[in-house]
């Protein structure tokens, strides 16, 4: 799968001057505000990060020029079956086959609202001096080569295909326990998040997994960046994971549980557009969570509340007996349907929740709440409140 290329005075903003730029056609302005070397390292993480699974057995070198007017920046990228996607801007020597894109339609293609892909976008040239070394080194014929080589390429330009990854296969691509054996979350997440795919949103998703392993878990966080190419990820856990930050995606240590903290989040990384919480699934954290990350959702975007079995189990807050108590995750979530309803209420004194959530949808263990303009008026006074008055005795 994809690797990460080597960046150094590279900046989300600078990322997010990008994506902004190629959904406006403001894509060389940005780049003669960036610099075409930072640009074209931007561009060639991204396209590291989507490249397809390598299936050429023998490693191949590619060389990745981006021109734009008179300047041009040179990228190798390393390609193997079973080894992450690697990116250098060392001395292409070795490269056997060049592919040349112009910087400016590169990023917009990388960055842009997704098209169908033309021909035209590249052009390429088998750099045949490098073979013999190759073939030499690997003990293969031409023939051998130039199929790892077709194999390569094709990987390459798989991550700037028009066609984009189920969820369910980034799940799998990933390792994301949210599809397969324990959950079945991602076609509920598809289902409501896919008109989202193609924006530029900001995810934050609570609980990054791995326990106690500072470089441990982000399947998921690997999930959403890919499944939202043109969305910043951001991660939240108790634990430090800074060492999974990369591109489009960062990490932050911190209890979901102190409200001070989640404001602080909110505030330096919000607004956002789907907010999950996979964390400590202790029923007293999800609601406190909510209570203080829900206002700082926009409207259109989904709050989403995972393992909601919880809500039976005493050890973590849950009641198995009461089934309406409101300490619950799923107290909450019947509490809301009320809330919806306000209008409806005579003496209803509605809050945020209330006058902001437009939908509820509960399947087993996960629950979308969906935020909007809840103000479509009561029924009016004339329609009867009384079944007697529709059909006297």
Known sequence: ???????????????????????????????????????????????????????????VPVRIDLVHGTEKAVHVLRLADGEPVTSSEEAPEDACVRLEFDLAELVTLVYGVPRERSAGVH??????????????????????????????????????????????????????????????????????????????VRVLEIGIGGYAEADSGGESLQMWKRYFPRGLVLGVDIVEKHGLDAARLRTVRGDQSDRAFLASIAEQHGPFDVIIDDGSHVNEHVLATFDALFPHLRSGGFYVVEDLWTAYCPGFGGDDENLDNPGTSLGL?????????HEERDGADPDHVARNTVGLHVYHNIAFIQKGVNAEGRIPAWIPRSSDEINPR
């Not at 930072?38 to 561009?43: D, F, K, M, P």
């Not at 070394?133 to 051998?144: M, P, V």
């Open 1 to 59: 799968m994809g690797g990460e290329a080597v960046q150094t005075d590279i900046t989300t903003e600078h990322i997010e001057r990008l994506i902004t730029a190629a959904g406006s056609h403001g894509v060389t302005g940005a780049i003669k505000e960036l610099g075409v070397a930072r640009t074209g390292s931007i561009v060639i993480d991204e396209l590291v990060f989507r490249c397809e699974p390598p299936r050429n057995r023998h490693a």
């Open 123 to 200: 052009r390429s040239e088998l750099l045949l001096a490098a073979w013999p070394r190759l073939t030499a080194a690997y003990g293969i014929s031409d023939h051998e080569l130039m199929g790892s080589v077709q194999r390569a390429v094709d990987s390459v330009l798989g991550g700037l295909s028009h066609r984009r990854p189920s969820l369910n296969e980034l799940a799998v691509r990933y390792g994301s326990d949210k599809w397969s054996v324990i959950h079945w979350f991602t076609p509920h997440y598809d289902r409501h998040l896919r008109d989202l795919r193609n924006e530029p």
């Open 333 to 341: 979530l019947k509490g809301i349907i009320d809330r919806i309803h």
